[in-house]
């Protein structure tokens, strides 16, 4: 059975945590999209981890850990995460790398760092990981793929050709140092020793195990909103987000997809530009931000403060339904314990009529949040197993939520543990 995690907002809905509980009960975890430009943040007996890269099941001694197709392969970050966590006593995972992944290479790191240089006060909020001139490369038919670091007569081919096109920017555009292909050729040799032990045809892996019938887990980075087609374009990432990839990204038929957790927060955060109708200011934020998350809702990768705002259900509704959702995990509910009232936008105000669909970006920069008030619990619901258990104003918050979305919700977050979870 295939099992598809993924984000139903802007990214940071607590993915991490549930899919580290979901790895518990699968064999295989993919990660099937994005690279390191966006992190999961878990904890566990271990301690308190940001991974980035690495599929957040590695922390069990019976899964193996793969990373698919579609990633954006930064090496050296794989290989230092993987070297981080067996520093602190994680034991070694079980990892397979996919031969068709593609190379974040070094100059992909450059080249974003240099545009969002060059666009100063217009730029994309990016990550600065390569994440842009990796697929921009990879779709304009010049990346880099596994297989190919094992060809060193190709790859001398190829990287002569792309620097003479990058050079051309990089000297008259950016006004930066050249690239080398005798550089470059060093650096794909190191890559090569370190990611040559755990390469293999994943597609064709994945398709054993499931004749096996082993229980394989796709995880997704970042969220619906993010999806370069289906997001608040151009405030996007450059790899699709959504559960429907899965079957792209890591190389397995779709229909075999089953069943799809969109994760969704009991709030809004969000970490970089782009429109954010349900966003709050000042000590209303700040507050919600102290509180927010494991020790505060700042970015896993940046470091960066997320900007916080109330449950969009308009966005969430629409994040549910472009991933194809059969079931929704509502978490960090813990968080709005403190609140004696509870706002949440129900509907989005645009040019004097309201509307219950998500729209295009045109439109919802000039969209207003259109608020329902509900009541606080106002006291500390973490420890709680019991759904029934709850402080009924918590329950109604559950079921409102889940009535707007349109999915059933099946798991609540009340707290960062792994096993801090109420099912339903």
């Known amino acids: 059975m295939v099992t598809a995690i993924v984000g139903a907002n802007w990214g940071d809905e607590g993915k991490g945590k549930l899919t580290d509980m979901l790895a518990e009960e699968s064999d295989i975890i993919v990660r099937f999209q994005g690279g390191s430009n966006a992190g999961h943040t878990i904890v566990n007996e271990y301690g308190k981890f940001a991974l980035h890269i690495l599929p957040s099941g590695v922390f069990y001694r019976h899964t193996t850990s793969v990373i698919g197709n579609g990633v954006a392969l930064n090496i050296p970050d794989l290989f230092r995460e993987i070297n981080g966590i067996v520093e602190r006593g994680v034991p070694m995972p079980k990892m397979k790398v996919s031969d068709r992944a593609q190379i974040v290479m070094p100059y992909h790191i450059l080249f974003d760092e240099y545009e969002e240089e060059r666009l100063a006060g217009k730029s994309f909020g990016s990550t600065k990981s390569g994440i842009a001139p990796f697929f921009s490369d990879k779709f304009a038919k010049v990346g880099i793929q596994v297989s190919e670091l094992f060809d060193e007569e190709l790859l001398r081919e190829k990287l002569e050709s792309v620097c003479v096109q990058k050079n051309i920017l990089l000297e008259h555009l950016y006004h930066k140092p050249l690239l080398k292909v005798d550089e470059l050729m060093d650096t794909l040799r190191e890559y090569r020793k370190m990611v040559e032990p755990y390469v293999c045809d994943v597609s064709a892996y994945l398709y054993e195990a499931q004749k096996q019938g082993r229980r394989i887990l796709l995880e997704g980075q970042?969220?619906?909103?993010?999806?370069?087609?289906?997001?608040?374009?151009?405030?996007?990432?450059?790899?699709?987000?959504?559960?429907?990839?899965?079957?792209?990204?890591?190389?397995?038929?779709?229909?075999?997809?089953?069943?799809?957790?969109?994760?969704?927060?009991?709030?809004?955060?969000?970490?970089?530009?782009?429109?954010?109708?349900?966003?709050?200011?000042?000590?209303?934020?700040?507050?919600?931000?102290?509180?927010?998350?494991?020790?505060?809702?700042?970015?896993?990768?940046?470091?960066?403060?997320?900007?916080?705002?109330?449950?969009?259900?308009?966005?969430?509704?629409?994040?549910?339904?472009?991933?194809?959702?059969?079931?929704?995990?509502?978490?960090?509910?813990?968080?709005?314990?403190?609140?004696?009232?509870?706002?949440?936008?129900?509907?989005?105000?645009?040019?004097?009529?309201?509307?219950?669909?998500?729209?295009?970006?045109?439109?919802?920069?000039?969209?207003?949040?259109?608020?329902?008030?509900?009541?606080?619990?106002?006291?500390?619901?973490?420890?709680?197993?019991?759904?029934?258990?709850?402080?009924?104003?918590?329950?109604?918050?559950?079921?409102?939520?889940?009535?707007?979305?349109?999915?059933?919700?099946?798991?609540?977050?009340?707290?960062?543990?792994?096993?801090?979870?109420?099912?339903?």
Not at 246 to 265: D, F
Not at 337 to 343: A, K
Request: aromatic share 8%.
């Open 222 to 424: 970042l969220g619906s909103l993010k999806d370069p087609d289906h997001g608040i374009f151009p405030m996007v990432t450059s790899s699709s987000t959504l559960a429907g990839y899965g079957a792209v990204g890591a190389g397995l038929p779709p229909y075999e997809i089953k069943r799809i957790v969109a994760v969704v927060k009991a709030y809004s955060s969000a970490v970089g530009a782009g429109e954010f109708v349900s966003e709050i200011f000042g000590d209303e934020a700040e507050e919600l931000r102290r509180r927010g998350g494991d020790g505060g809702e700042y970015g896993a990768t940046t470091g960066r403060p997320r900007r916080m705002g109330w449950f969009d259900a308009v966005a969430s509704r629409y994040g549910c339904r472009v991933q194809g959702a059969t079931e929704a995990a509502l978490t960090v509910l813990d968080v709005l314990g403190y609140l004696d009232e509870i706002p949440v936008c129900v509907g989005y105000e645009i040019d004097g009529r309201v509307t219950r669909d998500f729209p295009t970006t045109a439109s919802l920069k000039k969209a207003k949040p259109v608020y329902e008030i509900l009541p606080g619990w106002r006291s500390d619901i973490r420890g709680i197993t019991e759904y029934d258990e709850l402080p009924e104003n918590c329950r109604r918050y559950i079921e409102f939520v889940e009535k707007e979305l349109e999915v059933p919700v099946k798991m609540v977050s009340n707290g960062p543990a792994r096993h801090e979870i109420i099912k339903r």
